[in-house]
């Protein structure tokens, strides 16, 4: 454990707390309130969080909820003034790791570390032990995505600019989040930029800032983004939605490490990481006269794709099992696993919307689920009537069609480009040239 989040508005609880933590090295930050526990808990992504169950403007149980319904892995102790056998249960049924009833003494807080240290040794070393890789809510025991991460952990120690592809859902915030909780900025910000959902102005303000009167609705000097990301790093979601003028502003960064904030002339250096995602082929888009061929090849100095979910199944199981317990413990529903048939049929689908569509379909299922067993009955109707075409007796394939699939076939008994490439007696550029235009898509 590295960083530690504090939620109570008891001064005297929070500076004991505050000290007891430096002393052993840790990141500290605080909260005083349900809402700005919260927000620090996205801001600062903690490791584990102290937390009051009476907060001035809510239920520290509802912080609960949020917290281990939210994107961010953390550990919790409850601590409270007000200790009852219900709230305790309550709060441990709910996914606190334990509860702390107020006044304690450093003694006890050593305890419960020690135990949470046990607790996440054994787990990474059962993990490993059955191949299965599990950090934060990235989750796998694939092959090609295991490789993907251990290629992202190398690149993680760097300064390169990495570019992650992949089809939507597939978990490319999740693996720039984890490029930079192990890289050296760790201690830094992490923002991430939308490029989707800004207007061409509107997304440069965001980006680069301005300042009063550069444009109409500017009433005061604005920080943008790369700014506000200093030591740390810049998420750019959907880099491909950049429009042409910005392209060559962000250029002009990514090459100089300087821009203009709109409407300034003063020159601005930081020193912020870049990471770029994509759910559309870039090659294709330069191709296209769409994207800028030098700010393509300046954003793919490493460059990672993200295999979607339906070219591991093997990862389902263990999504499902996962996300299953999550919303059964939120919703306190009283169910344990999956029925065989139903995970078969889960296995099967071709999940377009990947991982999110996983995730959603396990929510709605548990939610609605009356038994300890989740059956097909309970997942959604799309799903739940979805057939595959065994015994070929579907529509008859196109060659491109039955070339695509029996790539992906291969693709997923193999375990690299070039194993793949030797099998199918093609050269691995041509694999990669396959697998990146939509032929694979």
């Avoid at 600062?44 to 319904?69: F, K, N, Y």
């Avoid at 500017?218 to 920080?223: Q, S």
Wanted: glycine share 6%; net charge neutral; proline share 5%.
């Amino acid at each position: 454990m590295q960083r530690v989040l504090i939620i109570d508005d008891d001064r005297n609880i929070v500076q004991t707390l505050h000290i007891y933590f430096e002393e052993r090295g840790m990141a500290v930050s605080t909260a005083a309130s349900a809402a700005e526990g919260m927000a620090r808990l996205l801001q600062d992504r903690p490791d584990l969080v102290l937390l009051d169950l009476r907060l001035p403007d809510g239920s520290g149980l509802e912080v609960l909820r949020g917290i281990v319904a939210g994107p961010v892995p953390a550990q919790v102790i409850v601590i409270t003034a007000y200790a009852t056998v219900e709230t305790a249960v309550s709060a441990v049924k709910l996914g606190a790791f334990d509860y702390l009833p107020k006044p304690f003494h450093p003694g006890q807080l050593d305890v419960l570390l020690d135990k949470i240290d046990q607790v996440q040794s054994l787990k990474k070393e059962v993990a490993r032990l059955r191949g299965i890789f599990q950090e934060g809510e990235m989750l796998t025991c694939n092959r090609r995505m295991r490789q993907v991460l251990a290629t992202a952990r190398q690149a993680a120690e760097s300064n390169a600019i990495v570019l992650i592809s992949g089809e939507s859902g597939t978990g490319k915030g999740l693996l720039a989040r984890l490029l930079h909780d192990w890289s050296m900025r760790a201690g830094g910000p992490f923002i991430t930029v939308d490029c989707a959902a800004l207007q061409e102005n509107l997304l440069e303000s965001d980006l680069f800032g301005h300042v009063r009167g550069a444009f109409t609705g500017a009433l005061r000097d604005k920080v943008g983004k790369l700014t506000l990301a200093e030591k740390g790093s810049l998420f750019l979601d959907e880099v491909s939605e950049i429009p042409p003028v910005v392209q060559g502003k962000l250029l002009r960064f990514l090459q100089q490490r300087e821009f203009e904030r709109l409407g300034d002339t003063r020159v601005q250096k930081v020193d912020t990481r870049v990471i770029a995602a994509s759910n559309k082929d870039l090659e294709e888009l330069v191709r296209d006269g769409l994207f800028r061929r030098d700010l393509y090849f300046r954003l793919k100095v490493v460059e990672l794709f993200l295999p979607p979910l339906r070219e591991r199944p093997e990862d389902i199981p263990l999504l499902v099992n996962h996300y299953l317990q999550r919303q059964a413990r939120l919703n306190n529903k009283p169910v344990k696993d999956v029925e065989e048939e139903a995970m078969a049929l889960l296995q099967t689908y071709p999940w377009p919307g990947n991982v999110r569509e996983l995730v959603n379909a396990v929510e709605r299922a548990v939610i609605l689920s009356t038994r300890p067993q989740l059956g097909q009955s309970d997942l959604p109707p799309h799903i739940a009537s979805f057939r595959s075409d065994p015994d070929g007796e579907g529509p008859l394939l196109s060659l491109a069609e039955v070339e695509k699939r029996h790539i992906q076939q291969v693709l997923l008994r193999t375990s690299s480009l070039e194993e793949a490439a030797r099998v199918l007696g093609i050269n691995a550029t041509t694999l990669w040239r396959k697998r990146k235009q939509s032929l694979l898509d």
